[in-house]
C-alpha cells in the first residue's frame, strides 16, 4: 500500500524557517517524481515545487521562487522541503504527492499524503 | 486568480447528471493532458481522472472527463449523496513550468 507521511509542519513567525520532511513507503521511491502541493485554509489547491526521480529536474511555483528549496534522498524513501524567510501567505496545509515515472506534463498526481499544517504567524 | 477557470459550484439532485467544465489556455490544457481530483470534506485529494478521460482503478464509472481544445469537462451521472465534494482540474503549463490547478468546484447534492 502507497503510504506518504508528512512530517515539520508548526507554528513559526514570519521571516524564519522550517523543513518539511515526506516518508514514502509502498512503491519504489526512486521510480518517481515527487511534489509538494498546498492549500491556505478555505481555499483552493496551489503547486509548489516538484523534483525528478534523480533531482536532475527541478520546478518552483514563482511564490516560493528562491525561499523554498525541495530535495529527495532515495535512500531513506524520503522528499524535503526548506522553507526560508517564510511569510503569513505561506499559511497553509501542504501535501507530499507522487507524480509519474517522469518529471513534468504528462503524468497525475495518484497519491497525496494527510498534509503537514505550517502556519506562519508573529 | 487561478490559471485554470471552473465555477466555483455546482448542484444536482440525486440521480442527476452533472457537469463541471474547466477553461484554460494554449500553454496548459491545450498542450497536456487534464487530471482531476475529488475533495472530500476533511480529507486529502483523490485521483478521479486522468489523462483527460482515464479512470484510475476503483473509481466508479459514474464520473467521465473530456477534453477538446482548450477546454476540459468532468461529469458526474446516477449523482449520489457522497459525491458532495469539491473538484479540481489540472494540467501542466508549459509556459510557467509547472502544475496549475484550477480554483475547484464545489458539488452540492440537493
Known amino acids: 500500500e502507497v503510504q506518504l507521511v508528512e512530517s515539520g509542519g508548526g507554528l513559526v513567525q514570519p521571516g524564519r524557517s522550517l523543513r518539511l520532511s515526506c516518508a514514502a513507503s509502498g512503491f519504489i521511491f526512486d521510480d518517481y517524481a515527487m511534489y509538494w502541493v498546498r492549500q491556505a485554509p478555505g481555499k483552493g489547491l496551489e503547486w509548489v515545487s516538484g523534483i525528478s526521480w534523480n533531482s536532475g529536474s527541478i520546478g518552483y511555483a514563482d511564490s516560493v521562487k528562491g525561499r523554498f528549496t525541495i530535495s529527495r534522498d532515495n535512500a531513506k524513501n524520503s522528499l524535503y522541503l526548506q522553507m526560508n524567510t517564510l511569510r503569513a501567505e505561506d499559511t497553509a496545509l501542504y501535501y507530499c504527492?507522487?507524480?509519474?515515472?517522469?518529471?513534468?506534463?504528462?503524468?497525475?498526481?495518484?497519491?497525496w499524503g494527510q498534509g503537514t499544517l505550517v502556519t506562519v504567524s508573529s | 486568480q487561478s490559471v485554470l477557470t471552473q465555477p466555483p459550484s455546482a448542484s444536482g439532485t440525486p440521480g442527476q447528471r452533472v457537469p463541471i467544465s474547466c477553461s484554460g489556455s494554449?500553454?496548459?490544457?491545450?498542450?497536456?493532458?487534464v487530471s482531476w481530483y475529488q475533495q472530500l470534506p476533511g480529507t486529502a485529494p483523490k485521483l478521479l481522472i486522468s489523462?483527460?478521460?482515464q479512470r484510475p482503478s476503483g473509481v466508479p464509472d459514474r464520473f467521465s472527463g473530456s477534453k477538446s481544445g482548450t477546454s476540459a469537462s468532468l461529469a458526474i451521472s446516477g449523482l449520489q449523496s457522497e459525491d458532495e465534494a469539491d473538484y479540481y482540474c489540472?494540467?501542466?503549463?508549459?509556459?510557467?513550468?509547472?502544475?496549475?490547478f484550477g480554483g475547484g468546484t464545489k458539488l452540492t447534492v440537493l
Open positions: 489523462s483527460n478521460d
Open positions: 494554449s500553454s496548459n490544457i491545450g498542450s497536456n493532458p
Open positions: 504527492v507522487r507524480g509519474g515515472y517522469s518529471y513534468g506534463p504528462g503524468y497525475s498526481f495518484d497519491y
Open positions: 489540472a494540467a501542466w503549463d508549459d509556459s510557467l513550468n509547472g502544475e496549475v
